[in-house]
């Protein structure tokens, strides 16, 4: 579908929308960033895995990519208080190891590989530079990071920690990070804001999620077009 008609289908759809859900959309969209992504690798426990969620949608993260290797990766919708409908969830579980394939689809797109763990030291949060686009790498719960996710990762990243617990629990990881990065980019000059054509092609997936059977709704547009 090409961009025009992309926008004519936004037009319609938003027909639907209450004045109040439009204006929020029109507001929510001018902070979301692809700029900085996040990466999970097998995390299992729903309750963490829908903290992350919650964590990036409040931070205007918008892409979210998961590694399944061994691990299905589960939202609690109690947690995750809606926001993976506002996510863009991509995963990566054709195989048994699909961590450098994730690697490898993330630095097509201009990414750098930032592997998160406490046992390697390079940068922390105050250093880390976020002047090029990032992709945030967490791991499980109790492992952290596979050996492959940390051996071919680009940078690393610790958060400092000054007591006698080993690491931080992942949510609590992400939501520190996420915050941290993400301030610190939207006070910088860094073009981190989307294109006005990654902005329609949400916002048409936000109404499109909005609607109830919007899929119905948009052939009777194409309908509606084809007759005229």
Known sequence: MDQETKKEVFTFLSTYLTDQRKQLFDQVIQY??????????????PHNASAVLRS?????????????????????PEVAMGSSKW?????????NENTLKAYESLRKQG??????????????????????????VFGTELKGLSETAIQNADEYL??????????????VSA?????????????SDIPWQLSEEEKLDILLEWTRRSIKRSDLIEKEFFLRRKNQ
């Open 32 to 45: 979301r960033t692809r700029h900085i992504t996040v990466v999970l690798e097998d995390i299992y426990q």
């Open 56 to 76: 990036a949608d409040l931070t205007g993260i918008q892409d979210i990519h998961i590694i399944e290797n061994r691990n299905q990766y589960e939202v609690n």
């Open 87 to 95: 996510l863009n969830l991509i995963k990566y579980n054709e195989s």
């Open 111 to 136: 990414y750098r590989i930032v592997a998160t763990t406490p046992h390697t030291n390079d940068k922390n949060l105050d250093e880390i530079s976020i002047d090029n686009k990032m992709a945030l």
């Open 158 to 171: 610790r958060i400092p920690m000054y007591g006698f617990t080993e690491s931080y629990n992942i949510s």
């Open 175 to 187: 939501a520190l990070t996420l915050y941290t990065l993400t301030e610190k980019m939207r006070k």
